[in-house]
T-cell receptor, first 111, second 112 residues
Framework: GQQVMQIPQYQHVQEGEDFTTYCNSS?????IQWYKQRPGGHPVFLIQ?????EVKKQKRLTFQFGEAKKNSSLHITATQTTDVGTYFC???????????FGTGTLLAVQP | DGGITQSPKYLFRKEGQNVTLSCEQN?????MYWYRQDPGQGLRLIYY???????QKGDIAEGYSVSREKKESFPLTVTSAQKNPTAFYLC???????????FGQGTRLTVV
């Protein structure tokens, strides 16, 4: 079945450093979504990318969808302690477009 | 307020008992999902439903059952056949299968 992997599994940075997480799907995706889950919380939608090669920015966050629509990345510039959490990518899979989540990247930011 | 509600937030059960987790949404969404999350793990799909009276198994459906009799409701039953039921359970809904998902607050189930 379809698999969505993310690397790294865990990243610890000093506040102010940059951070990137990578998402790779075993199949081509019609779109890619990114979610953030704060410790103890539930996932919250951040953004959706649809077009091949698409790049979108949200303040310090930059999202990219690969040309082949099988991979994506999230880059955070100058991390802050409020960025702490687990970042998940997700894509629709199968004939019924069920939402399949990646394995997630846990980001820890040291002040 | 529109949203998706899970109850209860914390649930304790004895081993061998079935337990039903509630999930209700007033967003008029067609698609609904149940995910399981274990400590330090990602989200694994248990069941999903694209429309009323229809649902499909996800990757880890064994030991779980669902129903979708109303558009607003998608309860999940954790049966005694589930070997390791202690986990964080998240319900989500979306307009359709490939759009933004909204999550409930989750139910943390502990089986002793």
């Amino acid at each position: 079945g379809q698999q969505v992997m993310q690397i790294p599994q865990y990243q610890h940075v000093q506040e102010g450093e940059d951070f990137t997480t990578y998402c790779n799907s075993s199949t081509t995706l019609s779109n890619i979504q990114w979610y953030k889950q704060r410790p103890g919380g539930h996932p919250v939608f951040l953004i959706q990318l649809v077009k091949s090669g698409e790049v979108k920015k949200q303040k310090r966050l930059t999202f990219q969808f690969g040309e082949a629509k099988k991979n994506s990345s999230l880059h955070i510039t100058a991390t802050q302690t409020t960025d702490v959490g687990t970042y998940f990518c997700a894509g629709p899979g199968g004939a019924t477009n069920k939402l399949i989540f990646g394995t997630g990247t846990l980001l820890a930011v040291q002040p | 307020d529109g949203g998706i509600t899970q109850s209860p937030k914390y649930l304790f059960r004895k081993e061998g008992q079935n337990v039903t987790l509630s999930c209700e949404q007033n967003l008029n969404h067609d698609a609904m999902y149940w995910y399981r999350q274990d400590p330090g793990q990602g989200l694994r799909l248990i069941y999903y439903s694209q429309i009323v009276n229809d649902f499909q198994k996800g990757d880890i459906a064994e030991g779980y059952s669902v129903s979708r009799e109303k558009k607003e409701s998608f309860p999940l039953t954790v049966t005694s056949a589930q070997k390791n039921p202690t986990a964080f359970y998240l319900c989500a809904s979306s307009i359709e299968g490939n759009t933004e998902a909204f999550f409930g607050q989750g139910t943390r189930l502990t089986v002793v």
